[in-house]
Nanobody, 117 residues
Framework: QVQLVESGGGLVQAGGSLRLSCAPT???????MAWYRQAPGKQRELVAS???????NYTDSVKGRFTVSRDNAKNTMFLQMDALKPEDTAVYYC????????????WGQGTQVTVSS
């Protein structure tokens, strides 16, 4: 069974930075990877995505502040979050579309990011 492991969440003051990372527990072929987040009482939303070729996409509210990247050799994805705002507070989840006998979407357990004002 393949799982995604996230790390790097925590508590930070507004204007600060955090770096999240995500990697699978087994070596699999991965196409698209993405970060989602879910704030209390809100639906899960796509924050940023990156293809195996390096093409990226961001939701408008994080453009210019967040940077998604990946190390294909290590199957690891990162999310550098700068100029954090209280409204960025949420549980952040990573997702990977990978091949392990068939194409599936794998999800991490989530990591809490809290930004204080």
């Amino acid at each position: 069974q393949v799982q995604l492991v996230e790390s790097g969440g925590g508590l930070v003051q507004a204007g600060g930075s955090l770096r999240l990372s995500c990697a699978p527990t087994k070596k699999i072929s991965i196409n698209t990877m993405a970060w989602y987040r879910q704030a209390p009482g809100k639906q899960r939303e796509l924050v940023a995505s990156i293809t195996s070729g390096g093409s990226t996409n961001y939701t408008d509210s994080v453009k210019g502040r967040f940077t998604v990247s990946r190390d294909n050799a290590k199957n690891t994805m990162f999310l550098q979050m700068d100029a954090l705002k209280p409204e960025d507070t949420a549980v952040y989840y990573c997702m990977a579309r990978g091949w392990y006998g068939s194409w599936e979407d794998y999800w991490g357990q989530g990591t809490q990011v809290t930004v204080s004002s």
